[in-house]
């Protein structure tokens, strides 16, 4: 797996792989959905060129999501640049809890960008084939936590910031 570097801040999903996003999560729901993104790095930004749905793996699935050890692995070994992780929050807003920020550290290392989705609950189950979804672009921003003491050395801690995500 190649690793992207660099400080761009666009996020473009072609509309396709958007919707391959959002059939997972419905299919997975009661569950929380998860798996990642891969894609390239372009002048812009990042441009998601496929999703690759990963088992969610945790034991209770409902309110938790894991990445299937084996499935990531195999991922990760691959030719593919994954350039983010994606999971959905099944009645909640897809917004960044404070569980997803503890666990922030799992990938921090090798993922820029972090997307969470959402049904959109405002929206009448009249039509069934293409329901909407909430989606939510983060960054992951790693920074040096300020220590008091000169003797302890900083550990880096990881937050979540909103970036654009522009659906073409
Ligand atoms: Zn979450």
């Known amino acids: 797996m190649a690793v992207l570097h660099g400080q761009q801040n666009t996020l473009?999903?072609?509309?396709?792989?958007?919707?391959?996003?959002?059939?997972?999560?419905?299919?997975?729901?009661?569950?929380?959905?998860?798996?990642v993104v891969i894609g390239e790095s372009t002048a812009s930004g990042i441009?998601?060129?496929?999703?690759?749905?990963?088992r969610n793996a945790a034991p209770d699935p409902l309110h938790h999501?894991?990445?299937?050890?084996?499935?990531?692995?195999?991922?990760f070994l691959s030719d593919s640049t994954v350039v983010g992780i994606f999971h959905t929050h099944p009645s909640t807003l897809p917004v960044p809890s404070q569980e997803d920020l503890r666990a922030l550290?799992?990938?921090?290392?090798?993922?820029?960008?972090y997307l969470i989705g959402a049904p959109d609950l405002s929206f009448s189950a009249?039509?069934?084939?293409?329901?909407?979804?909430?989606?939510n672009a983060y960054r992951i921003i790693s920074y040096e936590e300020k220590s008091r003491s000169a003797a302890t050395s900083p550990s880096p801690t990881y937050k979540l910031k909103q970036i654009p995500l522009n659906v073409t």
Request: glycine share 4%.
């Open 126 to 135: 009249s039509d069934e084939v293409e329901r909407p979804m909430l989606l």
């Open 65 to 75: 999501f894991s990445l299937d050890q084996r499935e990531w692995i195999q991922l």
């Open 47 to 54: 441009r998601i060129n496929r999703f690759q749905p990963i």
């Open 12 to 35: 473009s999903l072609p509309r396709a792989v958007e919707l391959e996003m959002s059939r997972h999560m419905y299919l997975s729901l009661p569950q929380e959905a998860c798996g």
């Open 105 to 113: 550290p799992n990938f921090a290392g090798i993922l820029q960008t």
